[in-house]
């Protein structure tokens, strides 16, 4: 019987630590269109200094683990940090902000289209344990894209053909934020396990269940 409680207390916690996905912007398009992102701190080629804010409703209840989202940087170039934040407002950073080094583990080139930039597609990990609420309103902004010549070329893909997603997009310049960006959002995408994160109801309906399946079992042991 040690047995069977050892095994469906793995799937227990398999189940808890399960990845999903939060939401989904689409995938990542690289051919169309997409908007700097290397502002405040570098100014674009336009000599604007840019970043982008994404508005979404949460697709379930999730601790984050992980964002994803594609990049342009001008072609021969490498990418190597960009600054996210996560908040309940556009550019808000309430909930999450942080720096991330860029290598090789965590962006990986695609293709250069034919604008002549390279697009990555840029997968990091969210600092532990932001939980997302299932039809909760958030912003996912993207900031300080750089590289190692500080060309301020990095972009934000938008996927669709260039016309973006649904999520509401924002565009600040020089810190003031100028409202909806024209088009739909940009490509990205936040996965996140169960966790501990589900009501306490939730939860003694999902232990009750396991404890009628481990009864069950050891009836049929028994016998």
Do not use: K
Not at 30 to 44: L, Q
Not at 56 to 83: H, K, M, Q, R
Not at 113 to 130: F, K
Not at 191 to 210: K, Q, R, T, V
């Amino acid at each position: 019987m040690r047995s069977t409680s050892f095994f469906l207390l793995t799937i227990l916690c398999l189940a808890l630590t399960a990845s999903a996905q939060i939401y989904s912007e689409g995938p990542i398009d690289g051919n169309n269109n997409g908007f700097y992102i290397s502002g405040p701190n570098f100014p674009n080629p336009e000599g604007s200094f840019q970043d982008i804010s994404n508005g979404f409703v949460a697709a379930d209840t999730l601790i984050l683990n992980t964002l994803e989202f594609g990049e342009w940087i001008l072609s021969g170039l490498t990418p190597s940090s960009i600054s996210y934040e996560i908040g309940t407002s556009a550019f808000g950073a309430d909930l999450e902000s942080w720096t991330v080094a860029q290598n090789a583990s965590n962006s990986h080139l695609l293709f250069t289209n034919g604008y002549g930039y390279d697009v990555y597609d840029v997968t990091v990990g969210i600092v532990c344990c932001l939980t997302m609420r299932f039809g909760g309103t958030y912003w996912v902004s993207l900031s300080n894209a750089n590289d190692t010549s500080n060309s301020g070329t990095e972009g934000w893909d938008i996927p669709d053909g260039g016309l973006g997603g649904p999520a509401t997009c924002n565009f600040r310049q020089s810190g003031t934020n100028f409202g909806d960006c024209g088009l739909g959002g940009e490509s990205f995408t936040i996965n996140g396990y169960l966790g501990w994160a589900p009501e306490p109801s939730s939860i003694l309906l999902f232990g009750s269940g396991i404890l009628g399946i481990a009864g069950i079992l050891r009836r049929r042991l028994n016998r």
